[in-house]
């Protein structure tokens, strides 16, 4: 046999199954594609209670085959059990959660309970199944207002603003306490900056439930005159437009963080290790750069009017990437205008629907 047949051989019967938790949400499906591609076999759980089962459609499109999905909230210990040991899971991607700020401060409990409930059961199925690779999605939200700019990963952790927030943060010590009271389990955390844009496909993207609380959506949604009008949340920050800065990313650079992560953590073995990683693009870009970014791609002009602040924003945060960098081998390739771009192009398609 051919040198290439064998590590083709070989590469089939090493297990390579991940188990992608909320793989049908925006992050997760585009993961699930950076996972495929890059030779691991993606199966996913997702109870959709904030995602769609036409993303699976939009799945089976872009790779040309069916993705396993279980379709079950991801707290259930016996179905996760089942789950890993009828897949022969090797290695898990921790997306399900709630994400919606506000709610979370209306709803402790629900968020409490669905966050952290649904790691620490994956925790317990992972010891008792003795899978070890585990990557956690976590948040630029834990530095809070930084005290200086770019965030790197060793300035301290705010207190959080929100229950959301906090969740994010008691999972990354929960997983800390793992490693350190020795368990067998290999994790890493990435903390997300502004996740934007779609699959160059607009196969997949974000599918916002009702009127979208992040800036993107809402641009793309004003401009195909679904929503009449952006609100600017502030112009008075002390940045030089007078609007917020954050770090947007593109989800599929975000998508093969994931992967570097999972590659980084290398093959199942004895042993506990934790590390986070910050993974955005490093640079800052205002709301109002990127309303004039979009009109220029798209040739449309923007409603939008310069609104009151929004409670809880900060002012400015973007990364300092260059531990991903360094130690996972990663850095974000794509533009602000290409994830502005393909956010349109998803956009545009959906009305065709
Ligand atoms: C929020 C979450 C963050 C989460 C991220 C997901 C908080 C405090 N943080 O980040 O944890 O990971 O979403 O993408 O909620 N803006 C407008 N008009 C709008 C909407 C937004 O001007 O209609 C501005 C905001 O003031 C902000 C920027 O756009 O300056 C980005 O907002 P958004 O997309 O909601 O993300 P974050 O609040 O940064």
Redesign the pocket.
Known sequence: MCLPCLRLLKFKMTNNTILVTGGAGYIGSHTVVALAEAGYRPVIIDDFSNSQQSVLDGLKQILGYEVPCVVHDCNDPATLLDLFQRENVRGVIHFAAF?A?GESMAEPLKYYRNNLGSLITLLEVMLETGVTDLIFSS???VYGEPDSLPVVETMPVKPA??V??NT?QVGEEILRDMAAAGKPVKIISLR?F???GAHPSALIGELPLGV?????P?ITQTAAGIREQ?????DDYPTPDG????DYIHVMDLAEAHVAALQALGQPGPGSHYDVFNIGTGLGHS?LE?VRTFENLSGRRLNYRI?P??A???TA?YADATKAWEQLGWSAKRSLREALEDAWRWQQQLEKK
């Not at 979208?212 to 993107?216: D, F, M, R």
């Open positions: 994400k700020v948040s630029c939200t603003a929100s959301y927030g994010k997300y502004n996740p934007i979208p609380n992040n800036l993107v809402y952006l609100s600017v949340f502030g609007s917020c800065i954050r709301v990127l609104g602040r929004r809880g924003d900060i945060v």
